[in-house]
């Protein structure tokens, strides 16, 4: 293997900075959820995290408003926060999100979720809810995703209260919630509901090691252990209702933008589900984040690469809904 071929050889210096600091925090992350559970894990992982985004991501922008506010879900009520310009009036368009977290954790109170989404909404002119959805192993497949389908139908229904413009009401989600937002999305129009845009940020669209980056950025990107997660995620579900890219018929689903990061060992089944899209006519936009891995658009406090990611969403996003 050469210098170049070597894991992070082509990383950009801010990215293996910080991977470098993931490895010296990971240190002390439970190695065992067969022995230990999953809740010392989502714990630990919780806390990487968050110290992680006081570091490295940009501290939420001025005029954004946050609020928290209960919407339903599959099994009853929801924490959910809302992200919103503090100069918007009336009803606005409004994007359901679905955090990251490898389908066991992450949660809406972190404080990378709140930078982000803070700063998306400012910059693209959407409302963002995101939504503490139900997790796995606790609540596999389908309970997220029902928990999503809820939420889309609670914003649609109380629109007035909740200041959602109703004909310009999406989903999205990072990563394991970008899943469960393409799952969502796809469920709600097979039953005849609107759902204006989809936004699927480096999505994990096939749940098994899918093309040649699963091979080639498989270990030290920082995705080693992807595929257990997705199996712990499916609970034995058929890849053909809970993998969007095994979903057996795309027709009529809402136009989606897509955000790739390059080293990613999920980018192939992310670029492969873009091209299914695309075959039954749905629009589709792509951004691939050149020298990106899995978790580096999150960087923005020093990283240009990361800034670049995030204005590109959010001029994905503006277009979208401000057509």
Do not use: K
Request: proline share 8%; net charge negative; with cysteine.
């Amino acid at each position: 293997m050469t210098e170049q071929d070597a894991p992070g050889a082509a990383l950009a210096p801010e990215i293996r900075a910080w991977a470098q600091r993931v490895g010296e925090m990971a240190a002390g992350l439970p190695v065992s959820d067969a022995e230990e559970g999953f809740a010392p894990r989502r714990l630990a992982a919780r806390m990487l995290s968050d110290v992680l985004a006081e570091e490295f991501a940009l501290p939420v922008p001025d005029g954004v408003r946050i609020s928290e506010l209960p919407l339903r879900g599959g099994d009853g009520v929801l924490r959910a926060r809302r992200f919103r310009s503090a100069s918007a009036r009336g009803p606005q368009p409004t994007m359901l999100w679905c955090h990251g977290g490898g389908f066991f954790g992450g949660t809406i109170d972190e404080i990378l979720n709140d930078r982000i989404s803070a700063a998306l909404a400012l910059a693209s002119g959407v409302q963002i809810f995101s939504l503490e959805y139900r997790l796995a192993p606790e609540h596999p497949f389908p309970a997220p995703v029902d928990d999503a389908v809820e939420a889309l139908r609670d914003l649609r229904a109380r629109w007035i209260e909740l200041e959602v413009a109703p004909d310009r009401l999406g989903v999205g989600g990072n990563s394991a919630g970008a899943t469960i937002a393409a799952t969502a999305a796809r469920w709600l129009c097979a039953e005849g509901e609107q759902v204006h845009h989809q936004a699927l940020e480096v999505l994990p669209a096939a749940l098994y090691p899918y093309g040649d980056s699963a091979t080639r950025y498989g270990r030290g990107f920082g995705l080693d252990d992807v595929a257990d997660l997705a199996d712990v995620y499916r609970g034995g579900a058929p890849l053909t209702e809970a993998s969007p890219l095994d979903a057996p018929d795309l027709r009529g689903l809402p136009p989606a933008l897509l955000l790739v990061a390059e080293f990613d060992p999920l980018r192939d089944g992310a670029l492969a589900y873009a091209e299914r899209l695309r075959a039954v006519d749905v629009p589709v936009t792509v951004h691939v984040g050149a020298g990106h891995v899995h978790g580096s658009p999150g960087l923005t406090a020093g990283w240009q690469g990361a800034r670049d990611w995030q204005d590109a969403f959010a001029a994905g996003l503006a277009l979208a809904y401000h057509p």
